[in-house]
């Protein structure tokens, strides 16, 4: 019998500059056109936010009752946005006329997708990256913090929708040893990279030594951890700076730090410029469930890494192999003393990490894998 011919559909929770979106779903897209494989891709929350204000204004008129106002402008949005000609050929002729597999990746069916999911059959899969059953890190340093607390909505909206799902696909096996619990069919594929060879390190010793990190503003926290370890190499060496990839930032203690605007057109540059990549992570819950992207993307450039042994497969990362791992505040300050002191070591570290990214994250060889899952899924489910 002639296997069924996938037909993929994503629901993401952000638009090109989420990172999961671009990491998760949108590196793909030109793989699968080689393959000859239909898929299309839709932002879950288009024109909501939108069309949701205009209607609460509306209500707020007739109703001052929170919980009435917060139900009647949901299900009124729902409606709103399925009036509109993108939002139905996007989000409803397309999904259930064209495809055959829905992925959600770090979202949810609205309720007419629910019905329209039982109606035609379709396949659906959960696709979550970090621990979205805890609560979040602080977003800047004067937050209340209460990261790795569960949280309880999110944990029963997971879990239910993982219920009802075909399969769950996931970037850890923490993650997939909590998911286990809902859904049976999972796969564990990691957040993919593209690896380019233009950007890759040059490891030029001519160059100043600069210190990198790059990741969302709430992940800072982590880097202020070991800040001091930092503090104490810049103090030590006057040519010595610290780059910071980010959309916002917080205040750290030092003149020589150059605050570098996130941009999706010039991030890899400017990852390009670093002589070695910080990738600090307390031991959490919380951090458990990640997968210490930003190591990933300084190793798929070739920069080599320090990072704490936290949220990575330690089956592929093995200290003073292809990446040097520190703990405590005086480990950071030795690993990063090592690689300003040997260049060589900066060379064998960087070129060993990237073999182990085209090796395990690259785009290529996890495209095969996620088609190799949703192919399964049609004898397995």
Wanted: charged share 25%; net charge positive; with cysteine.
């Amino acid at each position: 019998m002639k296997p069924e011919e996938i037909k993929l559909f994503w629901i993401t929770e952000g638009g090109e500059n989420h990172a999961p979106t671009r990491h998760r779903a949108l590196i793909y897209s030109p793989i699968l056109k080689k393959m000859n494989i239909v898929h299309y891709y839709g932002y879950s929350k288009y024109s909501y936010s939108t069309v949701r204000k205009k209607i609460k204004q509306k209500l707020l008129k007739v109703s001052h009752n929170e919980t009435i106002v917060r139900l009647l402008s949901s299900l009124l949005t729902e409606i709103g946005r399925i009036g509109t000609p993108y939002y139905l050929v996007r989000f409803f002729l397309i999904p259930f006329l064209r495809v055959n597999r829905i992925i959600y990746l770090r979202c949810f069916p609205s309720w007419p997708h629910r019905i329209m999911i039982k109606i035609f059959r379709k396949k659906v899969y959960f696709d979550f990256d970090d621990a979205l059953f805890l609560q979040r890190p602080a977003k800047n340093i004067n937050e209340e913090c209460r990261e790795g607390q569960r949280n309880e909505p999110m944990a029963r909206q997971i879990g239910d929708f993982l219920i009802r799902c075909d399969g769950a696909i996931v970037s850890n096996q923490y993650l997939a040893d909590w998911s286990s619990r809902f859904c049976k069919n999972i796969c564990i594929i990691p957040t993919s990279v593209e690896i380019k060879e233009k950007y890759l390190a040059a490891y030029a010793p001519e160059q100043p030594i600069i210190l990198g990190w790059i990741g969302a503003p709430e992940n800072q926290k982590y880097l202020s951890a070991v800040f001091p370890a930092i503090k104490r190499v810049l103090d030590e060496f006057p040519q010595i700076m610290l780059h910071i990839i980010s959309s916002h930032f917080w205040e750290f203690p030092h003149t020589r730090i150059q605050r570098i605007s996130w941009d999706i057109q010039t991030y890899q540059a400017e990852i390009k410029k670093f002589s070695m990549g910080l990738a600090p992570l307390d031991d959490t819950l919380w951090t458990r469930g990640k997968m210490q992207f930003k190591a990933i993307q300084c190793a798929a450039q070739g920069v080599p890494v320090v990072a704490s042994p936290v949220g990575f497969d330690l089956l592929h990362w093995k200290n003073d192999e292809n990446i040097l791992l520190a703990r405590q505040i005086d480990e950071y300050y030795t690993q990063i003393r090592r690689l300003i002191d040997n260049i060589d070591l900066r060379i064998k570290i960087g070129r060993a990490g990237l073999e182990t990214v085209r090796r395990y994250y690259d785009a290529n060889a996890n495209a095969r894998l996620l088609l190799n899952k949703l192919c399964d899924s049609t004898s397995t489910s």
